[in-house]
């Protein structure tokens, strides 16, 4: 049945892209970014300050480099395709590369428009992505950084890692009138781990996929006002990474499975061309399906506020809090220790002026705050940094 629906959906849009209409004979439309931003980092591996002394944690300046551009053209006024390219890379002395982080990834699909009546219209993007990411390792388990080693050591170092995403998606829309939209967003990832020659332990039992559904709602209440809600359903299955008893125990031959939902509200105000303000929040639960070990509550909110006080000139300001409760697993993996949990809340303020045409330059600083009972995963972080951004 779901080979059979695949086939249903790949002839419906090839019908659709030769259908007869109106052909576009401009070229494809090309937008390229890029930038180039010096800055300093006073804790880019995130250690915390009550395992290591504060003056033992590692501080430094980092280059900053980033680029894309994306490519679209219409077939027919019914149907188009595009394709983007984009990779970022945050680098920092030889002496401290184990700091270096750095992502890519590379995406194309088709835009289609399924049946249009009026202000009605039904549309769909079907996308395929590639992706790689080298960063600080992240357990997905706890969503907190790995220590090598013992945790108890004070010169633990988080480790590194390689990971390759390959997703396929297909979105939704329909325009049921001028201001409301309605999304349904899906997505199938498989993600991919490797290991970096000799510095880190075999990952390959985090390989694994996800399967994401996002049904949502836009209201354009007003010419100023937005309002967006939508929820998540998702599942996470492992290849290899054996799921844990209610003792914190690993259970051979059982990969470790999650689901999880969620609810999200965004609140968007323009009231002129200078201000727009948004708020924002988000609830959900991740459940550990074997005996519920990682068993989790959620939530986080944000707020932005963004005001041109003249042409060619921006700032803004943005605040985020999360919060996470897990409700059976503890510090040490025992019944009657301390449960895991924390807040993480993130404060950034940025500013910017056009030089030219293209060119902007930009700076930017924000600071972390990660408060957890695990004393390995309470961190403070600042950085700040300035660049030269293009656009085209």
Request: without cysteine.
């Amino acid at each position: 049945m779901p080979r059979t629906g695949f086939r249903l959906l790949v002839h419906s849009a090839a019908l659709i892209v030769l259908a007869p209409g109106p052909l576009r004979a401009e070229p494809p439309r090309v937008n390229l970014e890029a930038e180039v931003a010096a800055g300093l980092d006073t804790n880019p591996l995130e250690l915390s300050g009550e395992v290591l002394p504060r003056e033992a944690i590692p501080s430094g300046s980092f280059m900053q480099i980033s680029a894309g551009g994306r490519l679209a053209g219409q077939w027919t006024d019914r149907a188009g395709w595009f394709a983007s390219a984009e990779g970022h890379g945050r680098f920092h002395p030889s002496s401290f590369d184990e700091a270096d982080a750095s992502h890519g990834r590379m995406e194309g699909g088709l835009g289609l428009v399924l049946w249009s009546r009026g202000e009605r219209r039904l549309s769909a993007a079907l996308r395929g992505s590639f992706g790689m990411e080298r960063s600080t390792f992240v357990d997905p388990a706890t969503g907190s950084i790995y220590f090598a080693g013992d945790p108890n050591a004070p010169h633990a170092i988080p480790d590194r890692f390689d990971r390759d995403a390959t997703s396929v998606n297909v979105d939704l829309r329909f325009r049921a009138s001028k201001r409301l939209l309605f999304l349904l967003d899906s997505s199938l990832v498989r993600d991919d781990y490797a290991e970096d020659g000799d510095r880190t332990a075999p990952v390959d039992s985090l390989d694994g996929r996800s399967i994401v559904a996002r049904p949502g709602v836009r209201w354009n209440i007003t010419e100023s006002i937005r309002l967006d809600v939508s929820t998540e359903w998702g599942s996470v299955a492992y290849d290899e990474l054996p799921s844990l008893d209610e003792n914190a125990t690993a259970v051979p031959d059982e990969p470790r499975r999650y689901r999880s939902t969620q609810l999200r509200a965004a609140l968007r105000v323009e009231p002129s061309a200078r201000w727009s303000f948004s708020v924002g929040g988000a609830a959900g639960r991740r459940d550990d399906l074997h005996a519920g070990y990682y068993d989790s509550l959620g939530e986080s909110a944000y707020g932005t506020a963004s005001w041109s006080p003249r042409e060619g000139l921006r700032m803004s300001l943005q605040m985020s809090r999360s919060h996470v409760d897990y409700e059976h697993a503890t510090l040490d993996g025992t019944a009657d220790g301390e449960l895991r949990g924390g807040d993480v809340v993130t404060t950034s303020a940025a500013i910017e002026k056009d030089l030219f045409t293209h060119l902007t330059v930009r700076a930017q600083g924000a600071r972390v705050a990660s408060s957890n009972q695990d004393p390995l995963y309470t961190y403070d972080r600042a950085w700040a940094l300035v660049g030269l951004r293009y656009v085209h």
